[in-house]
Nanobody, 124 residues
Framework: QVQLVESGGGLVQAGGSLRLSCTAS????????MAWFRQAPGKEREFAAF???????YYADFAKGRFTISRDNAKNTMFLQMNSLKPEDTAAYYC??????????????????WGQGTQVTVSS
């Protein structure tokens, strides 16, 4: 099993930046694909970005050009650098991992390990 713990959330003004971290423990060799999702109050959880173990990445449209996903396999840590934040980015951000296959996906059902979430609040 893999356990995921997020950190780095907080309150920031519009236009500011935050860097989220997700540290994995347990069977970290099986974290084939890792991703960030977010969920705003009253809304469904939505995909933000994923990164493969070889470094390949993919972003949701809202994240392109503003967010950068990266990972340090040696430290079992994934990051999400968020720049030019907007009030609509306010949400709980979740780290996820697909530990069962190399298949990449944009749906939350395609990930089997989840962190507890970290809150990001962007004030206008």
């Amino acid at each position: 099993q893999v356990q995921l713990v997020e950190s780095g959330g907080g309150l920031v003004q519009a236009g500011g930046s935050l860097r989220l971290s997700c540290t994995a423990s347990g069977r970290t060799s099986s974290t084939y694909v890792m991703a960030w999702f977010r969920q705003a109050p009253g809304k469904e959880r939505e995909f933000a970005a994923f990164i493969m173990r070889n470094g390949g990445t993919y972003y949701a449209d809202f994240a392109k050009g503003r967010f950068t996903i990266s990972r340090d396999n040696a430290k079992n840590t994934m990051f999400l650098q968020m720049n030019s934040l907007k009030p609509e980015d306010t949400a709980a951000y979740y780290c996820a991992a697909n530990t069962l296959s190399l298949r990449v996906g944009l749906r939350s059902s395609e990930y089997d390990a989840w962190g507890q979430g970290t809150q990001v609040t962007v004030s206008s």
